[in-house]
């Protein structure tokens, strides 16, 4: 009754049209808008479901918040995207009336063209998806992105920021990405002392550097075992090249390396023997 009394206040050309098949369009358009914002509210909701899924995976982990985010809008853009695509195929077969095959044809080839004109942009967009999926890098942690090495400032899906050890801000489009190199997640770090000593000295270094270096992973708990004694080039002549090779604890390596190099000094001076580096 309240519908039939509000028809009857409108003036009578906008009456006809109401009932006529533009009001019918303009309902449906107004149902379909409204579908669209439920979509779009409820997007996030699901969003935040399907990451914390994740949990119940193979490698069971907690992702650190701003993944959580960054995954979170990804996939409510996923949605809303798709929400909006179908959207627009109903509007256009419905209420336009649009033969199918001929809009058939028309996505076909507007694909195709935005495909061949944006192929470096699409590229870069589903390079960033794999990335953000993948977790190879994280804003905060060291890397080098194939000749760019530094710390990452911001992920998005069209690109990389990251700040250079020289201090500039050089951004690397995601496709250009191949290799990764991620050294904010190694499993150690090295600390390794190079020495240049007299040839004539070698052969009573080398047990007393032995010796050291049973005693430095005893007395220094991030020092992952006795070091390795090496000549890297193997020359002989008047002077010998000799490196320690050291491993410790992932991210101790720089802190670690002037304690070993005083260990060695002392060792060394103590016994007599000159030498050059560390």
Known sequence: MAYHRGMNALPPWLRDVLRGPWGQGLAQLAVLLAVLWWVRAMSWGLA????????????????RPARQMTL??????????LAFFAAAIWVLLRLVQVP???????IGLLGAGIGLAARPL?????????????DAFSVGEKVRLGVEEGVIERVNLRSTLLRAMTGELVTVPN??????????????????VHLRLASVDVARALPLL?????????????????????????ELGAQTD?????RTRFGRGADLRPQLMALVHERLRGAGIAFEGG
Do not use: C, M
């Open 122 to 134: 699409i590229s870069d967009y589903l390079a960033g998806i794999g990335f953000v999926i993948e």
């Open 48 to 63: 935040r479901r399907l990451v914390r899924l994740s949990r119940y995976a193979g490698r069971a982990r907690e992702h």
């Open 72 to 81: 979170q809008g990804l996939i409510a853009d996923g949605i809303s995207a």
């Open 210 to 234: 032995a010796e050291l270096g049973d005693e430095a992973a005893a007395a220094l708990p991030d020092l992952d075992g006795p070091w390795q004694i090496i000549s890297k080039s193997g």
């Open 242 to 246: 000799l490196t320690l090779l050291a």
């Open 175 to 192: 496709g250009e990405i191949r290799i990764v190199h991620n050294y904010s997640r190694g499993l150690f770090s090295t600390a390794d």
């Open 100 to 106: 199918a095959q001929s809009l058939a044809w028309a």
